[in-house]
């Protein structure tokens, strides 16, 4: 019969399914033992699904973790530029504004990709430490501390990801995995009960969508 899963089916559509047909297995005495690798199956999908959960709980940690460091990042370099526009005079060709601030302000900046982002902020600390003013110490030295966290919660980030990704191959192996079993327990049942494909059917296919329950306007209100 060839029943095949769609192959957009998730792990938890394949956890449900799995539960379902070992019921069904296990409903008739002479289908029961073909149940055992369902079992074994079921097993297998939960791991799969919770180490999926956990991907991608660390992606979404990982990547609020970022967003919030990222605005932390931004802050401070807001801060470095209006206390560097107060030490030049409110001059904004001048002094250290000029220096660091001249080419590129902090508006723009903040705007930037995490990349272009701390390669700029590499390059204004860079030029803020040859200027030596100590009344940037402070402000240069949180910039340069933002910068840092922000290119480690990036890394983390997008290290994340990718290990979020790699559960989508993980899945489709799964659906796989699923119909190769759904075969072989076919055979299983038509070894047993000849010819009863609608076993086959009754035991394997997956579940049509019921009709939408019709409720009477009077009846959601309790009248």
């Known amino acids: 019969m060839a029943l095949k899963s769609p192959r957009t089916a998730s792990l938890d559509a394949l956890l449900d399914q799995t539960q379902s047909v ?66 030049s005079g409110k001059d904004a060709n001048a002094g250290s504004y000029g220096v660091l601030f001249g080419g590129v302000s902090a508006a723009q900046a903040i705007k930037f990709g995490p990349a272009k982002a701390t390669v700029f902020a590499d390059d204004l600390l860079a030029k803020a430490a040859k200027l030596a003013n100590p009344a940037l110490k402070d402000k240069l030295a949180a910039l340069g501390n933002a910068t840092k966290a922000v290119r480690e919660a990036g890394d983390a980030r997008d290290a994340a990801r990718t290990q979020s990704l790699t559960h989508e191959v993980a899945r489709v192996l799964a659906v796989e995995g699923y119909d190769k079993l759904v075969g072989e327990t076919e055979a299983g049942i038509l070894t047993k009960h000849p010819s009863r494909k609608d076993l086959v059917r009754a035991a394997l296919g997956w579940p049509t969508k019921e009709p939408a329950v019709q409720v009477d306007a009077g009846e959601a209100k309790g009248g």
Not at 44 to 66: N, P, T
């Open 22 to 87: 070992i019921a069904g297995l296990e409903a008739v005495p002479s289908l029961a033992p073909l149940a055992k690798p369902w079992h074994a199956r079921k097993k297998q999908l939960r791991e799969q699904r919770d180490a999926r959960d956990d991907a991608r709980w660390a992606h979404a940690g990982a990547s609020r973790k970022f967003a919030v460091l990222d605005a932390m990042w931004d802050g401070a370099l807001v801060e470095l530029s209006g206390l560097a526009f107060l030490d």
